[in-house]
């Protein structure tokens, strides 16, 4: 059972009593000092997360089937629970978080693990919660990598509106997708709109998985830009896509999975070429603003 909000505070104060009265080093003491508090945050596209955590070290132990048991609850830290707080809405792994704080708990296992968010963040470590239909479950897979001393939460990866989040130990690292709400307008004027309106015939660099000719297709919905290709940008995402405003005459896809907006990709780059208010060529870019694919306007507004 969940400890209530009166015990949890009291069990605090009894561990900062315990703290003060044991002044000679001993094994509490070497604890606090072995997992010193640690945070980290990031704002994606107007929203912000935030994490909080101990951060123990390794110092030789044999960690996750050791130290951290095989299919048991534990949070990704020590102290406090480690706590996940976003001011916005956001999906991890593609499942929705709502606005708020929460404690964090993980399912160490030899292949994929379980990542919760049970919003009671103030929770000790040992006090591990059950298992409630408010808290939010997500599948994550470890991977390997280089050895790292002290747990570390961290963002390797932040691109616009979405990022990765990780939590490493060891040579153990977990990775989680974030997506965030965009924040940039679709809608369009419809004088606009016309300039891209048709098909545009595509010549496609090869060796990147995608055909080497492809068609184009743009046209208007709802007061937007839609684009179609006759294959997906990723694997996953639906075929059609809005053309979501970049710059003068450049868009980002915004790309759909399950018929709900999904990312944008900043990655990728649509840039018309229009004179006379007429798109009548257009170049696909990558990162960095590498073209992979041009292309030709065939079919009329």
Not at 31 to 58: C, F, H, K, M, N
Not at 125 to 145: N, R
Not at 152 to 161: C, E, I, L, Q, R
Not at 259 to 280: Q, S, T
Request: hydrophobic share 40%.
């Amino acid at each position: 059972m969940l400890k209530t909000a009166s015990t949890i505070l009291g069990l605090r104060g009894i561990v900062v009593c315990a703290t003060v009265a044991v002044a000679l080093p001993g094994t509490l003491s070497a604890q606090i000092r072995a997992s010193e508090a640690g945070a980290v945050s990031q704002t994606l596209d107007g929203t912000t997360i935030a994490i909080e955590y101990s951060r123990p070290t390794a110092r030789g132990r044999d960690l996750f089937g050791g130290i951290v048991p095989w299919n048991v609850v534990w949070t990704p830290g020590a102290n406090w629970a480690t706590t996940f707080e976003a001011d916005r809405d956001v999906r991890l792994n593609g499942v929705e978080v709502p606005a708020g704080k929460y404690s964090v708990w993980m399912i160490p296992r030899p292949g994929q693990w379980t990542l919760t968010l049970n919003p009671s963040p103030e929770i000790f470590h040992f006090v591990k919660p059950d298992s409630t239909a408010d808290q939010i479950h997500i599948a994550v897979t470890p991977e390997e990598g280089e050895h790292v001393e002290m747990l570390t939460w961290s963002f390797p990866a932040v691109s616009g509106d979405a990022a990765v989040v990780a939590m490493s130990w060891g040579t153990i690292s977990v990775p989680v997708q974030v997506l965030v709400e965009p924040t940039r307008p679709l809608a369009i004027d419809p004088d606009e709109r016309q300039i891209y309106l048709g098909t545009y015939d595509l010549e496609i660099l090869p060796g990147i998985g995608w055909p080497t000719e492809a068609r184009l297709t743009v046209s208007e919905r709802d007061g937007k830009l839609v684009a179609r290709l006759p294959f997906p940008l990723h694997p996953g995402d639906e075929l059609e896509f809005d053309l979501v405003p970049a710059g003068t005459l450049r868009f980002n896809p915004g790309l759909y999975r399950g018929g709900e907006l999904f990312n944008i990709e900043m990655g990728v780059a649509f840039e018309f070429e229009a004179p006379e208010d007429e798109a009548i060529a257009i170049v696909m870019r990558g990162i960095e603003g590498t073209p992979f694919a041009t292309g030709t306007r065939s079919g009329s507004r």
